[in-house]
């Protein structure tokens, strides 16, 4: 059974740092792409950033420039390293990982089966 626990998330003011986390479990972690999204109050889950099996990253505009994402195949996690946060980056954080391997998933919430618990974001301004 696939399972990804996410952790990390807090409240912090504008301007400050927080690395979320991501541990997985029940599979070969290493050759999946592995995703993070989020979701604010009354809008769309949406995209923010991703690590492929071999390491290539990719990002949503809002995230680049400021958001760090990378995966350490060695204790099967996941991690995004956010820094300059602004009030609009609050959400609920979400990993995700989709049910195929060595593919490369995209940036649409459908193309992805596991998703984990989420972890609260809050930056005050």
Known sequence: QVQLVESGGGLV??????????????????IYTMAWFRQ???K???FVAAVSWTETTDY???AKGRF???RDNTKD????????LKPEDT???YCAAPRG???????????????????????SS
Not at 14 to 29: E, K, V
Not at 111 to 120: L, R
């Open 13 to 30: 003011q504008a301007g400050g740092s927080l690395r979320l986390s991501c541990a997985t479990s029940g599979r070969t972690f290493k």
């Open 40 to 42: 604010a109050p009354g």
């Open 44 to 46: 769309e889950r949406e």
């Open 60 to 62: 949503a505009d809002s």
């Open 68 to 70: 760090t994402v990378s």
């Open 77 to 84: 996690t996941v991690y995004l390293q956010m820094t300059s």
């Open 91 to 93: 959400a609920v954080y």
């Open 101 to 123: 391997p060595w593919g490369t998933p995209g940036k649409k919430a459908a193309s992805y089966d596991y998703w984990g618990q989420g972890t609260q974001v809050t930056v």
